[in-house]
């Protein structure tokens, strides 16, 4: 079995393996610990360069366009809102005057309506006169033939 000497005490198997596990744990925590401090350290270099004027000057460059974007925004709202508005008394007025024109037609068609069956009524009573008046002349004509054959 192995074995070794460190400052006079002598180490065997097992304690051997639990050293070495030790030894190689501390190295691992001392390379991690000094990552961090170098990360941190870098860190710090950033951090004291960094122009806060310079991110405060953006954001407010920001802020102001931001501010600007929603008055126009605002401003196109307000815009369309009165142009839908506006739409919507033109069709109104156009629905407006379609019944008035409607209604017009409507009361145009009835009158022609009644001129026509008017004059309807005025042909067939004239026609139905004319037609008394010739069918009574063929009517007295034909007995007056019958009466009187020769006479003509």
Do not use: C, H
Not at 80 to 108: C, F, G, H, P, Y
């Amino acid at each position: 079995m192995a074995e070794f000497e460190i400052a006079g005490m002598t180490f065997k198997g097992g304690k051997m393996a639990v050293i070495l596990t030790a030894l190689s744990t501390l190295g691992g925590a001392s390379w991690a610990a000094f990552e961090f401090y170098k990360d941190y350290m870098d860190m710090k270099e950033i951090v004291q360069n960094i122009d806060v004027d310079a991110i405060d000057a953006k954001n407010t460059q920001i802020i102001q366009k931001l501010d600007d974007a929603i008055e126009y925004t605002r401003d196109i709202k307000s815009g369309l809102r009165d142009d839908i508005l506006s739409i919507e008394k033109q069709a109104d007025r156009v629905e407006d005057k379609t019944r008035n024109m409607e209604e017009k037609v409507r009361d145009m068609i009835d009158k022609a309506s009644e001129r026509f069956e008017t004059r309807r009524d005025s042909l067939m009573s004239d026609n139905a006169r004319d037609l008394k008046e010739l069918e009574k002349r063929f009517s007295d004509k034909l007995q007056k033939a019958l009466d009187n054959p020769l006479a003509d």
